[in-house]
């Protein structure tokens, strides 16, 4: 098996003087396992290819998956993909072509691929979705870096993660300030935790204050502090930040947001290294490293005298810019689970993410998985970590996994197309059939139906999909998406094999019978089928 649990929180690079001076790799083809329905090997990878111009095999047996920074190492193993491989080719111009090993069994960002399709460079670039049978997702994208950077306890490993943390060996053992920026929620505090505990300034003092909330008639006295009796009320000497900082760090968060009164505070004690506190006549020294950090256009700022120039350039002795999370879309399943795990184990329910027993549904599906890795997140992390604390506490006491109403409004915002199509045309009935399960229909086109209404339209029409979605006044691509986002609802793709085969022999193969007592579509319940027979002939195979 790949590991553990505990395998999996902790696995962590080498820390060495020699990853200080880690540089970027060579670009290789790598394929990163968004999703498996043994949830432990998530953000397992396997190095595709080194050079473009070669078709490499994906399939149930190659190529084999590791977790970074291990040596453990396994094909995927799941008795759903087929044994016969898909080739994935590599161009020279970084476009992609792929040739699937038979119809049903691939799509590639939503879209069914039943034949070779070649996807441009654009495409690869940004990162390609690809979904095997009913249980694998994979991101086939092109990665340049070599994983030595410390980690500092941050989760993930994308080429982005890669940089900032290199950049943070880089500057962790000089003394100068370090300006941290990056949409809210992103982690800034995170890094700067991280420059600090690299730094010969580890295990002295950290102190963190947002700036934003320091008000201008308070903003000195906690900053430098102030003698005893320098103001009503000041009943003893009171230690600043700085002070209390004095031989460590002190980050600023939200400097963007600071008065033009504190602004200019700080730009003193910045530049002469010394604080003077309120009602005290001698100046003291104090050696205090600054990190500071901002999701303000900081230029823009000065430029309409809304911050000091020369506070600016104190404070960015050297930059770091901290991506988005959307921009590391392998990053997202690893940092949810990572969440998720903490959250389960504050309610005594971290067993639901053990590996299913033969023939259960995961407790986490797949299709959750790919909405939350395509969900754009403008908060980020933070956000990502509320969305687990969400779902687990929604979920206790349930048999399977609860999206609330809230998450379910999350989850609907649009989302943005992040590269452009393939070179082939999107066949329209596969596109209809796939629309369900990764890709959200035109918001236009929608409108609210509830489970209940839901239910209630699938039972009147005998779960037939084109009555039903007449009944509603919705679109069959909207009745698709609401039947895959709807925990009520039983899908096709979610029938155990053994149930499924049972059903079809006292049925005698008859759809209508079938699809009435297993109380799903007619059209899936074919799909599934045609998967089953396909799997059964990559066995025999």
Known sequence: MQGSWHQLETLTGIDTP????????????????????????????????????????LSRLEPDFAQPRSRERAPLCDPHVSRKPHLVAWGVDDSLTIT???????SVDGEPVDETRRFPAEALRAGLLLRLSRSIAILVHIATSVSRAPRHDLVGDSD???EVLRSVARVADLQVPVLLRGETGVGKERVAQAIHQASPRAGRPWLAVNM??????TAASELFGHAKGSFTGAHQRHAGLFERAHGGTLFLDEIGDMSMDVQAMLLRALETGT??????????????????????????????????????????????????????????PRLLLHFLCEELAEVGELSRLEPPADGALPWFPRSLMMRLIRHPW???????????RQLVISSRGADAIVVDESLERMLEQPRQTTHAPSDAPRPVEARGAEVTADEPEPRGQEREVDDDALLSAL????????PAAAAL????????????????????????????????DECAGDLEAMSARLRVSKRGLKLRLRELVVTRQGRER
């Open 378 to 388: 403008p908060g980020n992390v933070r956000q990502l970590r509320n969305v687990a």
């Open 18 to 57: 020699a990853a200080r001076g880690a540089s970027v790799g060579p670009r290789r083809l790598r394929f990163t396992l968004l999703y498996h329905p043994d949830l432990r090997r998530v953000g397992a990878r396997a190095t595709a290819a080194t050079v473009p111009g070669y078709a490499v095999p």
């Open 100 to 106: 699937p090993a038979g119809r049903g069994q691939l």
């Open 212 to 217: 934003a909330a320091l008000a201008p008639t």
């Open 275 to 332: 604080i003077l506190p309120l009602g005290d006549s001698e100046q003291r020294a104090v050696d205090v490293r600054v990190i500071a950090a901002t999701d303000v256009d900081l230029e823009q700022a000065v430029a309409q005298g809304r911050f000091r120039a020369p506070l600016l350039h104190r404070l960015q002795g050297y930059t770091i810019t901290i991506p988005p999370l959307r921009q590391s879309r392998e990053d997202i």
């Open 473 to 504: 006044g919705v679109s069959r691509a909207t009745l698709y998406r609401l039947i895959e986002r709807s925990p009520h609802v039983r899908k096709a793709a979610d029938i155990p094999d053994d149930e499924l085969k049972r059903c079809h």
């Open 160 to 162: 982005a993660l890669e």
């Open 459 to 466: 039972r009147q029409s005998n779960w037939s999909i084109g």
